[in-house]
């Protein structure tokens, strides 16, 4: 079975740090499309960042660009979501979500697949 275990999501101030962990189970992240994406109530799901292994790509949402990488652990089967300069506007549920891996498709799962169950981020000013 296909599992996400998000996690690390906490309450920071503003200009703080935070690493979210993706870990997964069920699956290799080798062969997946691997993705963060944040959702604030009211608001549209935002992809943040996204990573495959496969061809040692990632993507950055321009909102975090400088701020946050994103990483996997291959042995640990787990992807990691590091962010810095956390500000206020960040504050929302973190989810990570899984494809397997498209030929045709780009570095980012769709969003059809797994989803972790998520991990609040909250950022004080």
């Known amino acids: 079975e296909v599992q996400l275990q998000a996690s690390g999501g906490g309450l920071v101030q503003a200009g703080g740090s935070l690493r979210l962990s993706c870990a997964a189970s069920g699956f290799n992240i080798d062969d997946y499309h691997i993705g963060w994406f944040r959702r604030v109530p009211g608001a549209d799901r935002e992809g943040v960042a996204c990573i495959l292994y496969r061809h040692s790509q990632t993507w950055l949402a321009d909102s975090v660009k400088g701020r946050f990488s994103i990483s996997s652990d291959n042995a640990k089967n787990t992807v990691y979501l590091q962010m810095h300069s956390l500000k206020p506007e960040d504050t929302a549920v973190y989810y990570c979500?899984?494809?397997?891996?498209?030929?045709?498709?780009?570095?980012?799962?769709?969003?059809?697949?797994?989803w972790g169950q998520g991990t609040q981020v909250t950022v004080s000013s």
């Open positions: 979500a899984a494809d397997p891996y498209n030929s045709f498709g780009g570095i980012c799962p769709t969003g059809a697949g797994s």
